[in-house]
């Protein structure tokens, strides 16, 4: 069974034993966490050396979603930084660095060392309910690669992994992919000449791509950009040389796949498309079918991507050494930086999405 291109998500606050038994039969690549599995420094930190524990030839993976803002999943246990178009608008480029070095220093604090950002999206259409209200550094490219390149080089350089997200422009969608599956009429060219600029640009400072669960008809008129091989092996990896980079789906969970592949064939879509990485964020019950499907996927599918999480996870950093004095520091310095940047205030019209309740 090969549970090793999976990355699972968690019930609870703690490990159940059932839980336990799965991961160490399955040995994932590693886990995110989101806001229900945090209840307090000291039992999210005690939470991830438990994972940790469960593996004995790697550092597992441990990630979460901590753009700042509304996406901050300790919200419940520390200040939340600014917004990415909080830090855009405030236009300072080592605040913009500041907040790349206390999202690092938090997470490392309590365990986990890779983040799912920056979101390089171009904000298109900040008006609709597409889940990224607040979570773009902006519509220029320019902007976006100052910013959230200045955001993700100070986070990486205090140990956090990065990911860029979401390939190759979520930015475009209408609708929220949390509820269904957005649709894009934006050829190649169009992406080419704004969207694309901010991967191509931070190539070299990004340790992972996460990809969006649009439909771009242009691109492949079936399937979405998360699990078609037109987008990821010949555009992404063949076209653009992303051929290093780990690169993973969003969640398989969400409403955009979930409605359309019901029994797992998404996994296996996924990781025939070229991902490295499947993730399941909360129906972690299909993990073991999920692992069993891809042990039956001819080897040569997964030979490239073997070498790509090797190599991943033989370089994960490890956790900081846990100290209550640093934690309430890093809380100080973090609000004293919230306090410096505007707050900007949400468009009344548009509703919450999911992303932000995880």
Not at 229 to 240: E, T
Not at 266 to 289: S, Y
Not at 325 to 343: F, G, M, N, Q
């Amino acid at each position: 069974m090969n549970g090793h291109h999976l990355l699972l998500g968690l019930a609870g606050p703690e490990l159940g034993s059932e839980e336990c038994k799965l991961f160490k039969r399955l040995q994932p690549a590693g886990y995110i966490l989101f806001t229900r599995n945090i209840i307090s420094a000291q039992q999210t930190r005690a939470l991830t050396d438990s994972l940790r524990a469960l593996h004995s030839y790697y550092e597992p993976i441990i990630a979460i979603d901590q753009e700042g803002g509304r996406v901050t999943r300790t919200k419940d246990i520390a200040p939340a930084l600014p917004s990415a178009n909080e830090l855009a608008a405030h236009n300072h480029m080592g605040t913009s660095a500041n907040a790349g070095i206390l999202t690092a220093d938090l997470l490392r604090l309590l365990g986990f060392n890779l983040n799912f950002g920056p979101v390089l999206d171009l904000d298109h259409h900040p008006e609709k309910q597409n889940s990224l209200r607040g979570r773009c550094w902006g519509r220029d490219p320019q902007r976006v690669i100052d910013h959230a390149g200045m955001w993700n080089r100070w986070m990486r350089k205090r140990s956090i992994f990065s990911c860029g997200k979401h390939f190759p422009a979520c930015g475009r969608a209408l609708s929220d992919p949390h509820h269904d599956l957005p649709v894009s009429k934006a050829t190649k060219s169009e992406l080419l000449a704004e969207d694309i600029i901010p991967y191509t640009a931070l190539m070299p400072e990004l340790d992972s791509i996460m990809l969006a669960h649009v439909l771009f008809p242009a691109l492949d008129p079936e399937l979405p950009a998360s699990l078609s091989p037109r987008v990821l092996r010949d555009f992404l990896r063949g076209q653009l040389g992303f051929d290093k980079h780990l690169v993973l789906t969003d969640d398989l969970d969400m409403g955009a796949i979930a409605d359309r592949f019901p029994d797992n064939t998404d996994v296996t879509a996924a990781l025939e498309a070229g991902n490295d990485l499947a993730m399941i964020c909360h129906k972690i019950e299909r993990a073991e079918d999920a692992a069993h499907r891809i042990s039956k996927l001819p080897p040569h599918i997964l030979q490239d991507s073997e070498k790509r999480l090797e190599k991943f996870l033989k370089n994960i950093p490890g956790p900081l050494t846990w100290s209550q004095e640093k934690w309430d520091k890093t809380c100080a310095d973090i609000e004293k930086l919230r306090s410096e940047v505007p707050v900007l205030e949400a468009p009344t019209a548009v509703a919450t999405s999911p992303v932000a309740d995880y």
